[in-house]
């Protein structure tokens, strides 16, 4: 087990701190200005792009992606290498993420349409993805009934001709209101009667075919959020055959397949919102005074302190290990890992912001600090890709199979 | 102890329920559509008027106040009887509390006028707010400060000649942007010389008076709540020395007596949130299948509401016990339980809401349900009137004099 | 819902109260120092009976019995006045219980002997059970089973003529290696083909029937109680049909009854405990210097401190809502109640208990203090008479029930 | 950070894990058995010599030792390489890591001597203790102050011509009811006028040295271990000055040395334990059936068995990276993290075995199981070598530094 970054590894981690120093954090309240002028939640700001030209020229861009390619100018890291860029990211996650078109779930789609697309698909849709110039949105989640289990997905996709007719509805599907956003990946029921995980195919539907109708963003908490949280009808939408990602009955397979690496992201962004908060914490304990005293010379909060470090340490090894066995010996060997940290992550962001806000008084349930925000982005992973209640059914009935009596481990 | 309701307080339960159901609950669509149609987070819509109507008309009216006086409609309920009222307003605690005339920071603005206010004043805002015309409030808290420690207020209220000139800064000034709010009760210091809890008076400033100027309205979690969370400037405002509530110095006393039934007011209306949450999750368990089977037949949601139940009887029951002392042995010799619930009351309400949040997928993090709401509300109440850990302290040093070797009690 | 103790019962307290200054407490070293030098963990210290002379003496005797009766010496308290008599006994579980005659499974058995024996078996067992000359035990759980579900019992009880013949084997059979006991309650199986909970019967079995034997005594923690939980083989024992409690089948039935007094008693003397080792942590953090401080002056021991007051405030209260419930509307009325307390007390009681270990260091875990030994007794209550999964499921089950859709609340 | 094993590290587990399936696993019973037929607490029972011999015979030997010596065995593993090692024994604590000649006090005492022993203390203790044929103990801790601090230590080490006159109490001398002790290492103050630290010198005692009186052994929670905790007086007790370890004043800096490899085996033997505990539950849970279901079904076991599965991972991960950067940076380097395993390996240990309790009943309480005896060792952790709120205080301290205003942290 070695987390010991390369040495390309640590350059990249030298380079993105300078870049959030000099350009991220300087344009966070440029950032909020800009919005707020707005008036739009969806708009999006001038700095957004000001900072994605300044990544690209930093050679900061498209990290996420796996393959190392000059014209992309991804790096092709490993999930080792390019686990603590998304831990640096995620101190300023609206920001850092899109600047460096590193930004979920562009890079599930990406990297799904890498694996999976035509060469159609990857000429019309990757190629402007990966130069930062459209975005995309994935549509598996539905409303009114429980996502986490594929054999509840209603969306049908009914074979018609050369054609496939989609009727079902969506939401939840991230970065739909973007107004870069082009096109979505969406999950369906091509064939009911199939096997349980053979029923399910994606296809590649851009926003604008006939018959897609967006019926709102929702609000996280009370945010709404810049890029969109959409509810999306389809009506009757044909698309044609041609807009099938691999084959038919593939869409669980590539749900797995897109699954490792963003765990990977979301958790080691919500590790680094932890850290910023822990920081925050901290620095506000030192300035702040009550009966006396600076509330950082508190016991009870040095104990908030101390757990907050423990707890981070542990659960970015806990991350670090997973990438690295990704890395080693594949996602389907790490699947107890890959759940775990999908628990362990966002719980642990959620204690230590928490205690953060409370440290902050009323104020850290504004926007004045960024910490209500993180609360509500990492409550938001307890549930996006499955609650943990799934996650820890799934690690139990490993660790049952692992003890099971000889007789029923054959079976 | 005895908690058992008296018989008007049982009618009073009655009615308040079936008003509840006929009224409330049906108008909350209503309002979530007015709300949405008018753009305005501050808007006033009509519902919250018609229910008003309702209530005064079914006597539902003024029901926290502690004067039975037939006028205003207030049937004078002991704390121990009014208790369950708030609990079961707090279900819908958008709407039923103002309908009724019992909504904060109204209710404790009224009775610190009642028991401090001058006639003059009593005419001019008891009155109309009595009469649910007028609406109030509370400039304590300030920014850049602890504000649960009085010493550390800053606003200065400087006498001259026969007025007071204050300035100042103020925040989280609930319902200040309520359309209906025309008046503040502001704390300031009078005296920066004086022992410390002789420092601070209280005025009653009209919010139309030259110098007081709302900044902003501050969100919590992101949600804009309708009446408002105000970030208020005094620049050199000049008040009548009239404007006094009690006398010079009388400030952190008026705090204080203003403070133990407004928490049992926030403590009951947060149970009334955290059984309402139950029942949600309840229901949606109930209807909601993954792997096979409905979500409530699992033996974790199933302790998960187990836990809920438990919890929410034991902390109804303390917020009781602490209204029955404050009714029988007065809110000094209830200290130890007004902290308590005060510590107990928000965290049991946020357990519960949040498991209910768990069980309804991202929808519960939408306003599709009203849990993210409720949570938001909820995670306030553990730093408004004070931060948990102020009230700790104040438990753990009645706990340490309790047991203080004889030499120290004596001191 | 009035928890006010009658007159009476707060005559009770008093006495009580005074009995265990004067008494209970001055005999606890005399107690440690006659056990530890009988070198026999199962010696009975003649301190115990001088308690209970003094106790009987007192008229503090027979408390827990629901019946007034001046030969015992029973004062007939409702549930509501006696729980707060256990709560006063349980800081001193070793002594007071047993001092009073109020120890269990004493008292469960004499309720049981009252509500359901012969006349032969009351004159035999319950008069020298009521008299403090005889000691009993319970022999229910069984093990290499769950015994919380009832269906798993396997001791058979076979008829044959007028006896049955008893074959099977029994364990944590609390007080079975007391000098003094001599009988012995069994369930046991009649029938196990009949319903359910028909299948069930109990019987008075003397311990000296051939056939009965006492395999060992089981520790808890390592500690071997004096009273003994003794693990029992029943091999072919023979007893009379006048040997059975109620009816044939009436097992389950009698297991109830005899259920919901237990609770309160059991869990009142946790609270009991509880008390005692906040006492003892208060006491010993204002004593304890480190780091130039008081322990009692560290913010975090604060904070434990308030959190076990609000703590044992809540679920007292609980406690006591149970025994009123009980007292007015049945045990059936109750079983949430029952079931709540059940888990919450015990829960209460290991926080409050570890966190004065914590504060006591090393010795805190040695029988310097009764803490560490509390502390397994409180364990031991998360498992007695069903563990804690089992009762948050009865209490699912009913809240499930109270939002049914309303065809399956008919079914 | 690479935690991969070396070769010979590979190599040295899987011998281990073959002597454990061996031997250690199948001598339990026997050991249980000579046990409880000698009726001696202490007795030192045949079976763990022969363990010993076979251990030796295996090369399986002094594996703690940082030295390689073919003398006395020891394969000169890193911390990195041994940490493992002692996870693997902690399965079996009472008897893997004495029969590998690897239990603490004595890796401990053996560690010191090396390092700051003489050529004689060497050869007469040192060497006998590599052969395994002695035994000693660490006299540190006091009763009667928290020892926590330094400062605190009241034994005296008075100079008196060419001897030293010690005086005091100590208490929790692990080892010394062991029959083959021999030998203390006591601490304590030679010079109270010293600076804070330099105040402290430690000493080799011959345990049969005149004036030194063992008074008792302690219990943790019920049990009286085997080795013994002891309390000890020294009256009068005359050493030779040659007695000191390194130099008068260097106490506390020997303390700190011993310190850090000691953390990393009792963190690992903790996270032993609880992978033991958690194949404990996992089997039971299998074969326990409760209202028709095998208990390993339930949705709230399984979420145990992930949570554990979650914790126990995070928590060795930390070690391992604590134990990698003390060979790579050195203790000083890696206080945070050596403070932070303190805390957290023993919580996570403690919450693992007290879920296996949960899950088998009142079997999990008594000695059918190893469970309660683990939960007693590891509750002991929290305290041993300071209670775990002296360590988040070094943690927050670090923290607090590390975000210090610029001129705090010159000073």
Redesign the interface.
Known sequence: ????PSPRAREYQEKLLAFMDEHVYPAEPVYAAQMAESGNPNFHPPVVEELKAEAKKRGLWNLFHPHRDEAWGSPGLSNTDYAPLCEIMGRSPQLAPEATNCNAPDTGNMEVLQLFGTAEQKETWLKPMLAGEVSSAFAM?E?G?????AT?VRLRMTADGDHYVLNGRK??ASNTLHPHCRVLIVMGKTDAGAPVHRQQSMMVVPLDTPGVTVVRG???????DREG?AEIVFEDVRVPKTALLAGEGDGFMISQARLGPGRIHHCMRAIGMAERA??LL??R??S????GEP??S??????W???S??EI???R??T??TAWLMDTVGNRAAR??I??IK??APQVALKVIDRA??VH???????DFPL??F??YA??L???DG???????????M??R????ATERQG
């Open positions: 087990m070695d987390f010991t989640t409303p009934v429980a996502s986490s289990d509840n939401w939840f929702l609000p996280v908490f009370g945010y709404l949280h822990l920081d901290i620095t304990a030192q702040r005074v009550t009966f509330v950082a508190r016991a009870n909060i040095q104990d302190i101390a757990e470090r423990i340490e542990m659960v090894l806990l670090m290990k107890t890992e759940a775990a628990v362990a806000i409370q008084g009323a104020g850290g349930l504004t926007q209500a925000q609360y509500a409550r938001t307890r549930l996006a609650p943990d209640e799934v996650h820890k059914r799934t690690i139990a009935r660790e049952l692992r003890l099971a009596p």
